[in-house]
Structure formats: structure tokens, C-alpha cells
């Protein structure tokens, strides 16, 4: 791949397999009075994918906004590639999030600009690069991967639910970014898309040795990609283990998330 | 990022100002951070431009007409008919028609930008524009701001030439006046002093109705309904400036211009 005049180092120059790149300590997170994060504890490791499971509403969306620093944790420490996030400038703050991939549970398509456009922005304004033709390859590339090269000129508003998150997707994981933070990649997906993807994520992890956050409620998207799965309930991870341990636990709530699973 | 918190009015009012402030400094700051968005500034100047022309050029041409038909009697009664090209010419130049305009931009362009990114904001853009490490301020805000600063007084020079094109036909409804004569009773009541002050008003006007559509905008609530309150709450902000920047502008010009 010619990416010379992309500013992302090569990843593999750090190749240490229990690198902590992600590192959250007791962080706490209310609105008003309201307490969302109540202890939260976790260590991401280069290369390492873990799934989060939680019900609705239990914080899971909130504790990866403040990985990504858009919203700030009351208390506590998160530390991405051994740096304080909160103690960031605008720079750091930009230079570490052009390393983090994000995608939102919406999907958060401008949706002024054509899904062409859409994944062009971040290769122009944000890895600056030059080369129309490099540029294009990649768009393709990453649509292709989504299963959306067919809906390449087509406007947000013109795309269904489950296109619009795939595209989401496609200009995610178009940076090559060394983290991604997959918010509920499969939901409202059909179940052989869903599949796609998840084996898609799969595959970025293993072709990118990137580490991921993966947000989901779906246990074949967890089986799937899961290196590790944390359960988190009112605020706290309450149980953390692979699929296999997890799949044996007694605790109810841990339970009910397996329960469908023979 | 909104975080509700409860306050008391005043109180949410002052941290209102307050993050005005700080996003005007944003705003300055992010002009002059590399690699300024050209292609997006000229797409919303064009927006802007084509969006507002139609409205501006009718209301403008009406004003023109009903000014005429107003003035008349009493000036006729005077005995002063003659001076009607003139008294529309200063009347419109000065005051009319920079702020009919500015309000009917204000109802225009404001609420849409307001609006645009209020809904960017709900359907979490913004956040994800700035997560990509792209600057969503560089991108979205200041073209817009630059944008209505450089239309606006575009528009009202168009709206005013259009505005006393319409007292022309209205003039010669009852008179009869060849357009070269009016045309140089038009150009010759203006001086400088009447022209320069009425157009650097509009370059005011202009910023702040990009600059309240985007705080709006940006700082509206997550909710649908947020995207309503964005629009509306521009307008009215947006129109309550251009009122203010009248006052502090005629203010000024009289102390520099007419002693
Ligand atoms: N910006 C905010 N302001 C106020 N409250 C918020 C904000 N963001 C989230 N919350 C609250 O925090 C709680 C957790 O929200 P979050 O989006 O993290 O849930 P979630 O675990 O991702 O749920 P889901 O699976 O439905 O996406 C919710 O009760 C929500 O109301
Ligand atoms: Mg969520």
C-alpha cells in the first residue's frame, strides 16, 4: 500500500502483544444528578478486541464518548497509549483521535454530502491526502468491504437504516485507525449482514492488528469478535471473562444475555 | 455534550454570553488555522446568495413603491413633489433598506443555518466530525459566518438598487419623470456620508446572522424538537442584533458625520 504521504504511523513498529493501549480507572460520569459511570475499570490491550454487554441505558455509549474525549469524566483516570485524556490540548486531543476510529450508534452520516463524499472527508481534511486516484481506490476499497460500492453517489436520506450504519462503518474503519470503538456495528442489520460485518471486524483486527471496543447486544456479533467480553450493568462492568466462561456464569443478569445460546 | 443542569435564570443567562464570547474567539481563531475551506465558503456564499436573492429583490421592490406612494401627499402638499427622488434615495440608502433586508436575511438565512446545524448536532455530525479529528468549527462555522458577512451587504446594494428602481415606476404612476433625470436626482441627493456608514452596517448585519445561526445551532440540545427551538431562537436573537447594531451604528455616524 502506498501510504507515504499518510501521517498514521505503521503500526507494527510496536508490536508488544500486551501493550495496554486503552487504560480506564475508576471512572465516574453523572448528568445532573443523575450518576451514569459509576466505577468503571478497564484495560484494552494492541490487538485485543472486547465486547461490551449491557441493557439499554446502562452507560455503554456514554463511557466510549469520554475515551474519545467528547464528554469528561468527574473523577477518575483514562489513559489511551499512556496518556491522560482529559489532561489533553486541542492538539494531542486531535493528533490522538485521528488514531481512534468511532463509530456512532446512528451512524452520523453528513448528510449534506453523498456517501462518496462522506468517506472522503476524513482522507482530505483530516490525513490531508494529495492523490485523487489513492483516494478514490480507497473509498472503493472500504465500500466494497461494507457491501455498499453500489450506493457510492447516493445521498443519506436515500439509503435504509442498515446501509447508513454500514456506511457509517466504511468511513470508519477508511483511516485505518490503530482503535476502534464500534458502537452496536450490527444493530438493525439482517442476520447475514450482520454476520459480514461482524467477520469484518474480524478481519480488520487481524489485518490491522487493531484493538477494538465493541458495543453490542448481539451474541453472534459478541461469539464472533469477542476476545474478551466485560458485562456492564447501572454503571459498572459486573463480570468479565471470554465467551466460554461468560456462557457458564450463574450471575442472573450475565445469564440473560446467554440464555438464547445453546 | 449538553449537560442539564438546573439554574437560575440569570445565572443561565450570564454562561449564555459567556459561551458567546468564547465562541466568537473560536470562531476568530479558526479563520487563521491552516487551510481554509474555499470550496465549501464560495458553495455557501452561492446558497446564501441565490437562497435570499428572489425574497430580498421583491420585498425591496415593494419597499421602493410604497415609500413613493407614502411620501407623496405629504410632500405634494408642501409643495415639494420635486424632492421625492431625494427623500426616498436618503430614507432607503441610510435606513430602510440595509435593515428590511438584514430582517428578511435574518428570517432567511439564520433559521436555515440554525437550523443545519442544529440537526447536524441531534443526529450527533458535529460529534462525529470532530471525533474523525476533522474541525468542525474550520469546516462548518466559519464559512458560514464569513459567508453571510460577505453576501448580506451584497444583497443590500442589490436590494437597494432594486428598492428605488421601484420608486421610479411608482413616480411615474402619477408624474412623469425620465429615468436619467431620476436616476441623477437619486445619485445626487447621496454623498459618501450617506452611502459608506449604510454599508458597513450590513457587514455587521451579515455577521451576526451567521454568527447567531451557528451559536444556535451549535449549542442547541440533543432532541428533535431542539432543532425547532435552534431556528427559531436565531431569528429572534439574529433580529434583536441587527436593532442593536442600528442604534450603536446611528450613534456613531452621527457624532462622525452629521454635526
Ligand atoms: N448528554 C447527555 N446528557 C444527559 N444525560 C445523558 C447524556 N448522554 C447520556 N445520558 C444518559 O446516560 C444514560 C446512559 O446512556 P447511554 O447512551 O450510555 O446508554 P447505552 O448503555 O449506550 O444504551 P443503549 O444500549 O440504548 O445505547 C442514559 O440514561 C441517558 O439518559
Ligand atoms: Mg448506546
Not at chain 1, 23 to 30: E, H, L, Q
Not at chain 1, 168 to 173: D, E, K, M, S
Not at chain 1, 183 to 199: V, Y
Request: neutral net charge; glycine residues 8%; charged residues 20%.
Amino acid at each position: 500500500m502506498a501510504e507515504a504521504q499518510v501521517n498514521v504511523e505503521p503500526r507494527n513498529i510496536r508490536k508488544d502483544k500486551d501493550e495496554v493501549v486503552i487504560s480506564i480507572k475508576g471512572v465516574k460520569k453523572s448528568f445532573g444528578t443523575k450518576q451514569v459511570l459509576k466505577n468503571i475499570n478497564l484495560k484494552l490491550k494492541r490487538g485485543e478486541n472486547v465486547v461490551v454487554l449491557g441493557r439499554s441505558g446502562t452507560g455503554k455509549s456514554v463511557a466510549i464518548l469520554c475515551i474519545v474525549g467528547l464528554l469528561k469524566p468527574d473523577d477518575g483516570s483514562l489513559k489511551v497509549f499512556g496518556d491522560e485524556v482529559a489532561e489533553m490540548s486541542d492538539s494531542e486531543l486531535k493528533q490522538l483521535r485521528i488514531k481512534i476510529g468511532f463509530l456512532f450508534q446512528s451512524g452520523a452520516l453528513y448528510d449534506s454530502m453523498t456517501v462518496r463524499e462522506n468517506l472522503e472527508f476524513p482522507l482530505t481534511r483530516v490525513l490531508k491526502i494529495p492523490d485523487h486516484a489513492e483516494i478514490d481506490r480507497r473509498v472503493e476499497e472500504a465500500l466494497e468491504s461494507v457491501g455498499l460500492l453500489e450506493a457510492i453517489d447516493k445521498l443519506p436520506s436515500d439509503l435504509s437504516g442498515g446501509m447508513r450504519k454500514r456506511a457509517g462503518l466504511a468511513r470508519t474503519i477508511i483511516v485505518n485507525p490503530e482503535i476502534i470503538l464500534y458502537d452496536e456495528p450490527t444493530t438493525g442489520l439482517d442476520p447475514i449482514t450482520s454476520r459480514e460485518i461482524s467477520e469484518l471486524i474480524l478481519t480488520i483486527q487481524k489485518k490491522n492488528k487493531t484493538s477494538s471496543i465493541i458495543i453490542t447486544h448481539d451474541m453472534e456479533c459478541a461469539r464472533i469478535t469477542a476476545d474478551r467480553i466485560v458485562v456492564m450493568d447501572d454503571g459498572e462492568f459486573i463480570a468479565e471473562g471470554s465467551f466460554d466462561d461468560l456462557h457458564k456464569s450463574n450471575n442472573k443478569i450475565v445469564a440473560s444475555f446467554f440464555k438464547d445460546i445453546s | 455534550m449538553a449537560e442539564e443542569v438546573i439554574m437560575p435564570g440569570w445565572k443561565r443567562w450570564l454562561e449564555d454570553i459567556g459561551d458567546q464570547v468564547g465562541f466568537f474567539f473560536k470562531f476568530l481563531k479558526n479563520i487563521f488555522v491552516g487551510g481554509f475551506e474555499w470550496s465549501e465558503f464560495v458553495r455557501q456564499c452561492y446558497e446564501i446568495g441565490y437562497r435570499s436573492m428572489m425574497l430580498v429583490g421583491i420585498t425591496s421592490f415593494i419597499m421602493g413603491i410604497v415609500l413613493i406612494l407614502q411620501l407623496r401627499p405629504t410632500l405634494v402638499s408642501f409643495g415639494a413633489a420635486s424632492m421625492l427622488p431625494r427623500t426616498l434615495s436618503v430614507s432607503f440608502i441610510r435606513e430602510i433598506g440595509p435593515v428590511v433586508i438584514a430582517l428578511i436575511c435574518a428570517g432567511k438565512i439564520a433559521s436555515s443555518i440554525g437550523a443545519e446545524l442544529g440537526s447536524m448536532k441531534v443526529t450527533e455530525q458535529l460529534d462525529a466530525m470532530e471525533v474523525s479529528g476533522a474541525n468542525p468549527l474550520q469546516y462548518l462555522v466559519v464559512t458560514r459566518i464569513l459567508a453571510t458577512t460577505f453576501m448580506v451587504p451584497l444583497l443590500s446594494v442589490i436590494g437597494d438598487a432594486i428598492g428605488l428602481f421601484g420608486g421610479f415606476l411608482a413616480l411615474n404612476i402619477r408624474d412623469s419623470i425620465s429615468f436619467s433625470l431620476y436616476f441623477t436626482k437619486v445619485i445626487g441627493a447621496l454623498d459618501f456620508t450617506d452611502f459608506l456608514p449604510a454599508f458597513v452596517k450590513t457587514i455587521f448585519f451579515g455577521f451576526a446572522i451567521g454568527f447567531v445561526g451557528c451559536y444556535k445551532g451549535f449549542h442547541s440540545n440533543k432532541g428533535t424538537e431542539s432543532v425547532g427551538i435552534a431556528a427559531n431562537s436565531a431569528v429572534v436573537t439574529a433580529s434583536l442584533w441587527i436593532f442593536v447594531i442600528d442604534a450603536i451604528a446611528v450613534q456613531i455616524t452621527s457624532l462622525l458625520f452629521y454635526k
